[in-house]
């Protein structure tokens, strides 16, 4: 074998992405794949079959390979690779590293997909070109979360949850409610699948006139219940003038979020992705970049867009099947 090669699984709320990558971060081939959710050892399955095929695609045998990286949205419980209640999968707990050592004996090992993005970032992106030793990804899709790295030292936390920084309080008035159960979280007013939540606060104080004169009211002919981000971004990018205010308001609660993951982790550079995120770049960042200077206490970091962009958790989870030697400890913990 000519080079040392692993295979890198992210986990998502509907589909399973795989690569075959070497050290570098070159991916040799990729696969997407919806979940199967029909029993407990439906992914582990998935991951078996994606890693054969993966060899035989780079004819390698499987036992040539370094190790599997799976990234996966948490809870989990990271040593003994289980998830925890995971979205969308409707059982309790779903053990991955056993069944798949099992099946092939080299060694798997499970992260929180942010925290393998902050991993992706150092190996892989920026992070990796400057060698910055304190650097926080945060990811605003259909939740917001993030990992850091700080003195070059992988923040995991107990059972692989550090940096829930989605769950940051931001609005002590708590007038919305966050998929945990408590509120006033950042992720309940900013995340992809809470804006249509903020937007409907937001118009119930505002008051049906000004509402009902707004692009917002008409492009979902006045039935709330059916907007969604995406029809508020287009809102925004049509200059509507509701939505920009609201955008701003939304731009003011992402500034409080950022300054306070700037002020716990005191990072150099901040990279930004998740769909939100690298889909509205222009609407989500100016206003964080503008703003985190009027609250923060620390050093004001860089802030930016990764250029992983999507496969952010897929390059994170091929360093981690890189940088862990057993497969348990990473080099940056
Ligand atoms: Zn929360």
Redesign the pocket.
């Known amino acids: 074998m000519s080079e040392s090669l692993a295979v890198g699984v992210d986990i998502g709320g509907t589909n399973l992405r795989g690569v075959i990558a070497n050290e570098a971060g070159e991916f040799l081939f990729r696969e997407k794949e919806k979940i199967n959710t029909k029993d407990k050892k439906g992914i582990s399955r998935q991951i078996i079959k994606l890693v054969d095929d993966f060899c035989e695609s780079a004819k390698i045998e499987v036992n040539d390979l370094k190790g599997i990286g799976i990234a996966s949205t948490g809870p989990m419980k990271r040593k003994e690779g289980v998830l925890i209640e995971p979205t969308n999968i409707p059982f309790d707990e779903v053990p991955l590293k056993e069944p798949i050592e099992k099946k092939i004996d080299i060694p798997v090992s499970l992260i929180n997909d942010c925290i393998a993005g902050v991993l992706g970032e150092k190996e892989y992106g920026i992070g990796s070109e400057r060698n910055v030793e304190n650097l926080v990804y945060v990811t605003m899709g259909t939740g917001i979360g993030g990992g850091a790295i700080v003195d070059n030292h992988l923040l995991i936390g107990e059972g692989g949850n550090a940096a829930e920084i ?2 940051f309080t931001v609005d002590p008035e708590e007038r919305l409610e ?5 509120k006033g ?1 950042w ?2 007013y900013c995340s992809g699948k809470n804006i249509p939540n903020y937007l409907r606060l937001r118009f119930s104080e505002i008051g049906d006139e000004r509402v009902q004169n707004s692009l917002l009211h008409d492009l979902v002919s006045g039935d709330y219940s059916e907007i969604d981000a995406k029809l508020f971004f287009d809102a925004v990018r049509k200059e509507d003038e509701l939505a920009n205010q609201i955008a701003e308001e939304i731009g003011n609660l992402n500034a409080i979020g950022f300054s306070n993951v700037i002020d716990a982790y005191a990072p150099s550079l901040i990279t930004v992705g998740g769909s939100v995120a690298l889909k509205n770049e222009k609407i989500v960042l100016p206003p964080v970049q503008k703003q985190v200077k009027n609250h923060i206490r620390n050093i004001e970091p860089e802030i930016a867009i990764t250029p992983l962009k999507e496969d952010v958790g897929l390059y994170g989870a091929v360093a981690e099947a890189f940088t862990s030697p057993n497969q348990s400890e990473s080099r940056y913990l």
Do not use: D, R
Request: hydrophobic share 10%; glycine share 30%.
């Open positions: 989605g769950h966050c998929g945990c159960g408590k979280h992720e309940a």
